[in-house]
């Protein structure tokens, strides 16, 4: 079993950037894809952005060019550094792994954007 945690989230205002981090218990080398996901009260989960072995990361449409997900091995840590955030990026954003057959996900760390 993996644990993953969160951290990071908060209360910003429109065009703030903010970073989240989560912490794995097992190195992130060894965890073939990472991502952040999102969900917004009334939506479905949604996929933000991806990292995978040799640092090979993907986007959804809305974090294209806003959003940069990164990862240190070291540290066992994978971020998302999200800049000009807006009112529509307000959700609870979750950290996911997925080794083997398995899918591991954090509790989720709040992200309210709000003036």
């Known amino acids: 079993q993996v644990q993953l945690v969160e951290s990071g989230g908060g209360l910003v205002q429109p065009g703030d950037s903010l970073r989240l981090s989560c912490t794995s218990s097992l190195s992130t080398f060894l965890i073939p894809i990472m991502g952040w996901y999102r969900q917004s009260p009334g939506k479905q989960r949604e996929l933000v952005a991806t990292?995978?072995?040799?640092?090979?990361?993907h986007y959804a449409d809305f974090a294209q060019g806003r959003f940069t997900i990164s990862k240190d091995n070291a540290k066992r840590t994978i971020y998302l550094e999200m800049n000009g955030l807006n009112a529509e990026d307000t959700a609870v954003y979750y950290c996911?792994?997925?080794?083997?057959?398995?899918?591991?996900w954090g509790q989720g760390t709040q992200v309210t954007v709000s003036s």
């Open positions: 990292i995978a072995t040799g640092h090979i990361t």
């Open positions: 996911n792994g997925r080794l083997g057959g398995s899918e591991f």
